[in-house]
């Protein structure tokens, strides 16, 4: 067994789970809620890029923006027009509702694709790789994904520690109801949190549609890793979100190198031991 | 007429009825006491004013416009701002940030973050810090200018001596008299009656959720206020 390629392909299956994760950490933490259908839209991201590739031939490189787009416009109309409407002082409702919309995408997927698995083509770019070393050669696809990966947590930074909307963010999620005192529309902020994390799924969903097959249920595994990556990371930090997803791939990666039944039970293994030992996660920057 | 006028205000936090049907005017550039025992129904009428506890429209007139039934960041933005009991500073933002999250109503005016800082110097030097790690005093000082950077008609400052030292609260309270040096209306809630009276122009006790007695704060009389604190007629 190669150690070192085991690690390294490991962090760059994290790249990926890191790009799930993002989105999932984006909503928790404006809102404090988790989107129970986060794997769900993650699938659907998939299935809408690999509709488009198939009808116009564009490349899933150029598909991809444009369907983070459509799903930000989607997220902000969703939480807008259904999720808002069950925020309150109970955190049951939020849960329900987003649970429901998973079984809804689940089913639609499953009546208009099938349960066949899919799969997104990028012809020779998806077996193409570089060599780093005697022993040690990595894809340009996965380095490709760890790279947007990094892009978008420098962006989410910046985006919540530098710009008024930020600042916004991280008060309505401190102080909701002094947040309103201050003259925030929390109800508008929390569209703008959806539009993005949305937009972030979107790219997880087509990049993950290219690295793996998909089938209409399998969002909840997605949302079980984006889960355990951002519990792992800590809240408050984007950096610490990816840095829990880098740490759930390799861990995955050590797992299937030792036996090809224990990779998924491998990051489940570090997740609990987190919860465990540092329950605020490794790089939690949050005030609570 | 008066800049603020709330009349037959009645509110409810589920089944326990907080206020009943509460008279209260604020004049322009005058500053009013509410006074009373905890629970008397202060804050509460300050939530209902600032839009945190739901009301009839014509339950609060301000500018002589309804606006009992507008949404908190609506009556942020026509010019009500609140000091907070308990201060309330936004645990992950720096000083700074706090201060700017007054912009927020949109209402730009003289009160910029350099006159915040003239008014509290010890806030510029603590501008980069965490809001909860200044002093208690400090944090109150980072609740006005918040409620300052949002340029008020009307300000509402909610026990804002409370838990502090003696000479802090009165650095706190000097402070709030040159904020109102130009005319600033505004409502104090404050539990040193001796205090509320000097700094206010008229005042209201409350006892269980009504207005008891009312007047000119410097013709109120020590034993007219202890009767209405303690409800003795």
Redesign the interface.
């Known amino acids: 067994m190669n150690a070192m390629d085991t690690v390294v392909q490991g962090a760059l299956l994290g790249g990926l789970y890191a790009l799930f994760a993002m989105g999932l950490a984006v909503i928790y933490g404006v809102m404090r809620q988790v989107n129970i259908a986060h794997g769900d839209f993650i699938v659907l991201g998939a299935y809408s890029a690999f509709v488009v590739v198939a009808a116009t031939g564009l490349s899933p490189f150029v598909v991809a923006p444009l369907t983070a787009l459509v799903f930000a416009a989607f997220g902000y109309a969703l939480q807008r027009t259904i999720i808002n409407r069950t925020l309150g002082n109970a955190i049951l409702p939020p849960l329900v509702v987003t649970y429901g919309l998973s079984i809804i995408i689940q089913n639609v997927l499953l009546q208009v694709f099938s349960a066949d698995a899919r799969s997104i083509q990028i012809g020779a770019l998806g077996t193409a790789s570089v060599a780093l070393g005697a022993h040690l050669a990595v894809g340009w696809f996965p380095l490709i994904v760890f790279g947007t990966a990094l892009a978008v947590a420098a962006l989410l930074e910046f985006v919540f520690n530098r710009t008024?909307l930020g600042?916004?963010f991280?008060?309505v999620?401190?102080?909701p109801?002094?947040?309103?005192?201050?003259?925030?529309?929390d109800g508008q902020l929390f569209a703008y949190a959806t539009a993005i994390s949305l937009a972030v799924v979107a790219l997880a969903g087509v990049f993950m549609g290219i690295k793996f097959t998909f089938a209409p249920a399998d969002g909840p595994n997605f949302l079980i890793y984006s889960f355990e990556a951002v519990v792992i990371g800590g809240l408050?930090s984007f950096w610490g979100t990816f840095a829990g997803a880098i740490i759930l791939g390799v861990a995955q990666a050590i797992g299937f190198a030792l036996n090809p039944g224990w990779g998924i039970l491998a990051g489940h293994l570090v997740f609990l031991a987190v919860l465990v030992y540092r329950p605020t996660g490794l790089f939690a920057r949050?005030?609570? | 007429m008066s800049l603020l006028a709330v009349h037959e205000l009645v509110a409810h936090y589920g089944d326990f009825q907080a206020l009943f049907g509460v008279d209260v005017t604020v004049a322009q550039g005058e500053c009013v006491a509410l006074i009373g025992s905890n629970g008397a129904g202060k804050s509460t009428l300050l939530r209902s004013i600032?839009?945190?506890i739901p009301a009839r429209a014509e339950n609060v007139v301000f500018d002589g416009t309804p606006i009992g039934a507008e949404?908190?960041?609506a009556i942020?933005?026509r010019g009500i701002?609140?000091v907070?009991e308990g201060r309330?500073l936004?645990?992950?933002?720096s000083v700074e940030?706090n201060l700017?999250?007054?912009t927020?109503?949109?209402r730009p005016g003289p009160w910029t973050l350099a006159r915040v800082y003239d008014l509290f110097p010890v806030l510029r030097d603590k501008r980069a810090t965490?809001a909860?790690a200044l002093s208690g005093g400090q944090q109150q000082m980072a609740a006005i200018g918040?409620a300052l950077m949002?340029n008020p008609r009307l300000l509402m400052c909610d026990e804002i001596s409370l838990g502090l030292a003696p000479a802090v609260a009165k650095d706190v309270y000097a402070a709030l008299r040159r904020v109102r040096a130009d005319g600033l209306a505004t409502i104090i809630v404050e539990q040193d009656i001796e205090l509320a009276r000097t700094m206010s122009d008229r005042a209201y006790c409350f006892t269980h959720g009504r207005v008891t007695l009312t007047g000119r704060s410097a013709e109120l009389t020590r034993p007219q206020i202890s009767a209405a604190y303690f409800g003795v007629k």
């Open positions: 008024s600042m916004a991280r008060a999620a401190d102080d109801e002094i947040a309103q005192v201050m003259g925030l529309r408050g949050s005030a609570q | 600032a839009g945190l949404t908190a960041p942020a933005r701002a609140l907070p309330r936004f645990a992950s933002l940030e700017r999250m007054g927020f109503s949109r965490p909860l918040r949002a």
